[in-house]
């Protein structure tokens, strides 16, 4: 008997990906790092590092520690900048036909608008992440995230500033994501991701100090992925673009969950330290619970949960 065949193609609005299956930025490296381990050719899209306008070094040491079912991160967005990610990474990742994302993010409106520029028309870049968990200078520090206002013109800035493909990644600390989404939809973003990092912190309690050298970090990993299941239901049932599911996806069944909830795609994160083989792993599941199913085409299992129950 011939094995069905399932087609795992989506689009995330003009973006056309092979499956729905990325990485998340900052934990799969520029991709190249993974190149031995990972056929990275049949991934659906690699988002890398996030890019600043100038290279970063990031917070001091320690600035990971382990949590129950997770991890927190303090890196502070160390990476190569964007010169030397055109020069070196890119030419390499060109080499692969799986679609490259580059997550951007900076402290001024200017920066995201200047690297959106700088990233127009370049050949081998097929979208644009748009980190806004990062601190707005000209606000105090407050992330532009969790402001409405800065995260719609934020997105607006780099819509104008771009040719690609624009993705919004929300932060989830926030009272409300929906308002957010609702925000950055309407300043023209094709479509969102979510969930980056929880704030959270850890103390050891033989020094009475932080675990953390930057007190505070990001939480990801299995720990988060009901609230960002919830978030991500919320989402989709407040907008009409497409939304990307992130947050402790491990195996396929969870990224199955994500996309029933409303998810278009799904970032595997964190199970990438645990698990280089990851992404392949869970598109492996995810094919053969299609063919299980008989599901041809995996649109259709996609938002299947409806938007009908109480949220
Ligand atoms: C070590 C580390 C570095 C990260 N760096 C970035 C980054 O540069 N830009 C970004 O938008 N998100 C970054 N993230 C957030 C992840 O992309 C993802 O949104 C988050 O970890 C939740 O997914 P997970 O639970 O599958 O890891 C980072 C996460 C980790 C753990």
Known sequence: MNQLTPDLSVKLGPLELQNPVMTSSGTFGYGLEFD?????NLLGAIVVKGISLK???????????ETPCGMLNAIGL????LEAFLKEKLPKLRKFRTKVIVNIYGHHIDEYAELASALKGVDGVAALEVNVSCPNVEQGGMAFGVDPDASARV?????KSTDKPVIVKLSPNVTDIRIIAKAVESAGAHAVSLINTLTGMAIDIETRKPKLANIRGGLSGPAIKPVALHMVYQVANAVDI??????????YRDALEFFIAGARAVEIGTANFVNPRATLDILEGITEYCQQKGIHHITDIMATLGSNLHI
Request: cysteine-free; overall charge negative; charged content about 15%.
């Open 36 to 40: 031995e381990l990972v056929d990275l």
């Open 55 to 65: 290279p970063m070094t990031g917070n001091p040491p320690p600035r990971i520690v």
């Open 78 to 81: 160390a990476n190569v900048g």
């Open 155 to 159: 997105t607006e800035q780099v819509r």
């Open 242 to 251: 497409p939304v990307v599911g992130i947050g402790g996806i491990v195996d």
